[in-house]
C-alpha cells in the first residue's frame, strides 16, 4: 500500500505542477525518479527453461504472480538443444496465447547468431507471430582463438540481418556476456563492438552480471546515450554470489536513472528461480 500511495502521490505533483507551471519547471530529480515508477518488469526465460519447457502456461503465470509484466524468450528453434526443444512442436500462436493469458507481453526474444544468416526470413515471421518488436542476438559465440577482426566481421554481418529486421518493423539487437569484455588487440571488445555496429540498426542489450569484472552498467549507459534498448538485471556479492536484485554491490538507483540516458526500454531479470520473486519485490519498491 506504500508503494501505491507514493505513486499515487508522484503521480499527482507531476500532474499539478505540470498544469500550472509547465513540466520543464519541475525538479528533474523527480521527473526521474518518477520514471522509474512505471517499469514493466520483466523477466528472462533461460533460468527456468526447464519448468517452462514443462508447463509453459503454468509456469509464465508463476512468474505474473511474482510481479512480472513482461518476459524475454528464446528462440525454440535456435536453442532447441539447450533446452527450449519441447517448445519447438508449439504453434507461435498458441503461444503467443498462453503469455497474453498469463498476463504477460513478450517484447523481445533472444535469437542465436547463425539465425541472423540463412534462417531469418523464418525467424521474422516466428518474430512477428509471437508480436515481438525486438529480435535480440545471444552473441556471437565465436571460438576463444578468435581475433578482434573476426568479432568486428561478425558486427558487420549483424548489421546487413538488423537492414532486413528494420524493415520488418522491429528493431535488433546484441546481448553482451563475458567475454566481450576483454582486450583483444589492445581494445576492449564491447567498445570496439559498440564502434561497429550501426547504432540504428542494433541496439544493446547490456548484462549486468559484468559488475564482477569490474563493469558498471550504469558508466556505460552515460558513455553511450540513447545505444541500449534493454538490460538483463541480476546482483552479486563482493565474493561474485548471486543474490536477489537490491541484496548485493549494484547501486540500483544509479542504474535506472542511467539507463534513462542508455535508452533502455525494457529490463529483464535473470537469475536463479528462487532469486526472481525478492527482485520483483526491491525493484517495486523503487
Given at each position: 500500500m506504500r508503494t501505491?500511495?507514493?505513486?499515487?502521490?508522484?503521480?499527482?505533483i507531476a500532474v499539478g505542477a505540470g498544469a500550472a507551471f509547465g513540466l520543464s519547471h519541475l525538479p528533474s530529480q523527480l521527473l526521474a525518479h518518477a520514471g522509474m515508477l512505471n517499469i514493466s518488469i520483466g523477466f528472462q526465460?533461460?533460468?527456468i527453461r526447464d519448468i517452462l519447457?514443462?508447463?509453459?502456461?503454468?509456469?509464465?503465470?508463476?512468474?505474473?504472480a511474482q510481479g512480472y509484466k513482461i518476459t524475454e524468450m528464446c528462440s525454440p528453434k535456435?536453442?532447441?538443444d539447450i533446452g527450449y526443444g519441447p517448445l519447438v512442436s508449439m504453434k507461435t500462436s498458441d503461444m503467443r496465447?498462453?503469455?497474453s493469458d498469463a498476463g504477460l507481453s513478450c517484447p523481445s526474444c533472444h535469437f542465436g547468431f547463425a539465425e541472423f544468416g540463412d534462417p531469418l526470413d523464418e525467424r521474422i515471421e516466428f518474430a512477428h507471430g509471437l508480436g515481438l518488436s525486438q529480435m535480440i542476438c545471444s552473441t556471437f559465440w565465436l571460438p576463444q582463438a578468435a581475433v578482434l577482426n573476426d568479432y568486428l566481421a561478425a558486427a558487420d554481418k549483424l548489421n546487413k540481418a538488423a537492414e532486413k529486421i528494420k524493415k520488418a518493423g522491429m528493431q535488433a539487437g546484441f546481448h553482451n556476456h563475458d567475454f566481450e569484455f576483454q582486450k583483444l588487440d589492445g581494445q576492449l571488445i564491447y567498445d570496439a563492438l559498440i564502434k561497429r555496429l550501426d547504432p540504428d540498426l542494433v541496439k544493446m542489450?547490456?548484462?549486468t552480471e559484468v559488475i564482477n569484472l569490474g563493469y558498471k552498467a550504469s558508466t556505460y549507459f552515460n558513455k553511450y546515450p540513447g545505444r541500449f534498448i534493454s538490460s538483463h538485471l541480476s546482483d552479486w556479492t563482493v565474493?561474485?554470489?548471486q543474490v536477489p536484485v537490491g541484496q548485493g554491490i549494484i547501486d540500483w538507483k544509479e542504474f535506472f536513472a542511467a539507463a534513462k540516458t542508455g535508452g533502455v526500454k525494457n529490463f529483464f531479470v535473470e537469475m536463479d528461480l528462487d532469486k526472481y520473486k525478492d527482485s520483483a519485490t526491491y525493484i517495486r519498491s523503487l
Open positions: 501505491i500511495n507514493r505513486r499515487r502521490f508522484l503521480g499527482k526465460t533461460f533460468p519447457s514443462k508447463d509453459f502456461s503454468g509456469t509464465l503465470k508463476m512468474m505474473a535456435g536453442y532447441a496465447k498462453m503469455i542489450q547490456f548484462q565474493d561474485k554470489k
